[in-house]
């Protein structure tokens, strides 16, 4: 297996020459600059990663090189095999480097804010509202990404009204993003004493967990703030004082809530975050293209709008209306296990 030339198969991967010229920009940049500014500590942070990545490109050509001129020289087919491990090696980090590539959007290395929504279906589909949370919470898992659950609401009987968590990783927005839409379950009901087939509804938002540099300003007299007794368990504090906050940004309609911090003023705190996020992405766009685009058309959780269906009866199927791709092993999915469905790194 020879990679020597491998780099000039990944030039936005590999192009050295202008990781260097950039990086050489910005170190001119901030040397002539009197002010030490917010701007400034940005390109810095810029900077520092450019460095990173021009010292991942300088080892992996170093590497690819030697691993060559040794495979040239070597003496024995036992070497060989060696060396070419060494070099098959570097090969899957460069491929796992070309496909984080291909996640360019502005907020794809960002971390993620997931609401899941019940939608028509009554118990049915609150109760099916929380199987996806609940699988979207054992993806997470399985990649070690921190969860943080900013909001929820039980169901009447059974499940939630809806839920909303943070999911803490490195391009978690950038995979996750696809996952917007409505996601309709069809399955022999259990909370139907006849055991009928019922179709339940969910929608699913995505939008990314922005950083503070990144966050919009907000007009405080363009927000409605309301608090209110946080329902649920979480101990007589929580039950007994108005800790939880939701708010309402006036100018766009935007609703957002958290009630599961003790204080009124770390949900105020994390329910500005989430409504910060929500308006950049409308100050990116300016019109209603950029909720479609990159936080999702609202859709009624209903029949003719879901993205994706998930069969239990009376055959086994999940199925991705948008890429055709499907798996029998339903229990594996909603366990996590979205290979297939949600892109890997």
Not at 40 to 54: H, P, T
Not at 193 to 204: E, G, H
């Amino acid at each position: 297996m020879n990679l020597n030339d491998g780099y000039k198969k990944w030039p936005t991967v590999f192009d050295l020459d202008q990781l260097e010229t950039k990086q050489h920009s910005l170190e001119k940049e901030i040397q002539q600059t009197a002010v030490w500014t917010p701007a400034v500590q940005n390109k810095q942070k810029e900077l520092a990663d450019i460095i990173s990545e021009v010292k991942e490109v300088q080892e992996w050509r170093q590497a690819l090189n030697e691993a060559t001129e040794l495979l040239t020289a070597a003496d024995t087919a036992e070497d060989r095999l060696e060396i070419e491990k060494m070099l098959s090696e570097i090969g899957q980090k460069i491929t796992g480097k070309e496909k984080e590539m291909q996640f360019d959007g502005p907020h794809d290395k960002a971390g993620a804010i997931i609401t899941i929504q019940a939608g028509a279906g009554g118990t049915d589909a609150m109760d099916w509202a929380e199987m996806l949370e609940r699988m979207y919470l054992r993806w997470a898992e399985n990649k070690a990404w921190p969860t943080f659950v900013l909001d929820r609401s039980a169901g009447d009987e059974a499940g939630i009204k809806h839920s909303t968590f943070e999911v803490n990783g490195r391009y978690a927005y950038g995979l996750l993003k696809g996952e917007r839409g409505v996601h309709r379950l069809v399955r022999q009901s259990p909370f139907n004493a006849d055991k009928l087939r019922q179709t339940s509804f969910a929608r699913v938002e995505v939008v990314p967990l922005l950083k503070e540099k990144e966050m919009p300003a907000v007009d405080t007299a363009d927000l409605r703030i309301d608090t209110y007794r946080a329902g649920g368990a979480g101990g007589q504090h929580v039950n007994k004082t108005s800790s939880a906050v939701r708010i309402t940004h006036l100018p766009t309609g935007i609703v957002v809530q958290c009630q599961n911090e003790r204080s009124q003023g770390q949900n105020k705190a994390h329910a500005l975050a989430v409504l910060q996020s929500k308006l950049q992405l409308l100050v990116e766009e300016q019109h209603a293209k950029a909720v479609k685009e990159l936080k999702g058309d609202y859709v009624k959780a209903a029949w003719g709008n879901q993205i994706r269906s998930y069969v239990l009866h009376p055959y086994k199927m999940v199925k991705d209306h948008r890429t055709k791709a499907e798996t029998s092993n339903v229990q594996k999915v909603l366990e996590g296990d979205l290979t297939g469905f949600i892109p890997e790194l």
